[in-house]
């Protein structure tokens, strides 16, 4: 992890989830410059306090405290990360620039759901 001083976002995520995880590998390998500080909640659950998350509400999404300081969770956080990337900086424009970051997030946070419910009834989290 890089000193949050250095980095323009931080990124919270469920490292305790195979797609999550690879996932953010993916992205981690993008990000060249250090401009993320990723934080796997599940191995820094302390991390959340100061952002005024609690573990449950974390585990449901993803969040990114963004460069102004706001924490800002799903397809807004995806776009913040992808914002960073240089792989990706013309994705976000696009859906930034064709407001799709409200219907993509309707279909995230159904989607979100469905993985969290399902981590907790095979057992990888503890959280109810």
Same mark, same amino acid.
Request: hydrophobic share 40%; proline share 4%.
């Given at each position: 992890? /890089?000193?949050?001083?250095? /980095? *323009?976002?931080? /990124?919270?995520?469920?490292?305790? %989830?195979?797609? %999550?995880?690879? !996932?953010?590998? @993916?992205?981690?390998?993008? #990000? ?7 934080? #796997? ?5 302390? $991390? ?7 573990? $449950? /509400? ?9 460069? #102004? ?10 776009? $913040? ?10 994705? $976000? ?19 979100? #759901?469905?993985?969290? !419910?399902?981590? %907790?009834? !095979?057992? *990888? %989290?503890?959280? @109810?």
């Amino acid at each position: 992890m /890089t000193s949050s001083a250095d /980095t *323009a976002i931080t /990124t919270f995520y469920d490292g305790g %989830c195979p797609l %999550c995880s690879k !996932e953010i590998a @993916h992205y981690r390998r993008l #990000d060249r410059s250090g401009q993320v500080d990723w934080v #796997d909640i599940t191995q820094d659950p302390d $991390a959340l306090a100061a952002v005024g998350l609690d573990q $449950a /509400t974390a585990m449901r999404r993803l969040h990114v405290r963004d460069a #102004d300081g706001r924490l800002v969770q799903g397809v807004p956080a995806f776009v $913040a990360i992808w914002r960073q990337l240089p792989r990706y900086r013309l994705l $976000a424009r696009v859906v930034s620039a064709l407001r799709l970051t409200g219907p993509l997030d309707a279909l995230y946070r159904r989607f979100a #759901d469905w993985r969290f !419910e399902r981590r %907790c009834r !095979e057992g *990888a %989290c503890s959280i @109810h």
